[in-house]
């Protein structure tokens, strides 16, 4: 199993940037691939950035060129570094990871960007 906690939401100005940290514990070593999602009201859940096992990494379209997710293998954290912040970026980011095809989730950290 593993345990995700994530760090980092807040609120912040349309222009502005936010880290988002996701810190693993458990059975880290099996990990093959995590990322970010996010949920605004009264919408889907949606993929935000991600890495899979092979290095590849992908991203929303939305997000290309703003938000960008990084790795600290010996802190065990993926990161999630993101520049000028929209107010449609407002949401709740969730940490994921896969581990033996079973998705483990993040509690949620809130993001609100205002205009």
């Known amino acids: 199993q593993v345990q995700l906690v994530e760090t980092g939401g807040g609120l912040v100005q349309a222009g502005g940037s936010l880290r988002l940290s996701c810190a693993a514990s458990?059975?880290?070593?099996?990990?093959?691939?995590s990322g970010w999602y996010r949920q605004a009201p009264g919408k889907q859940r949606e993929l935000v950035a991600g890495?899979?096992?092979?290095?590849?990494?992908n991203y929303a379209d939305s997000v290309k060129g703003r938000i960008t997710i990084s790795r600290d293998n010996a802190k065990n954290t993926v990161y999630l570094q993101m520049n000028s912040l929209k107010p449609e970026d407002t949401a709740v980011y969730y940490c994921?990871?896969?581990?033996?095809?079973?998705?483990?989730w993040g509690q949620g950290t809130q993001v609100t960007v205002s205009s």
């Open positions: 890495w899979r096992s092979g290095g590849s990494t």
């Open positions: 458990g059975s880290t070593f099996s990990i093959d691939a």
């Open positions: 994921y990871a896969r581990l033996s095809g079973i998705i483990y």
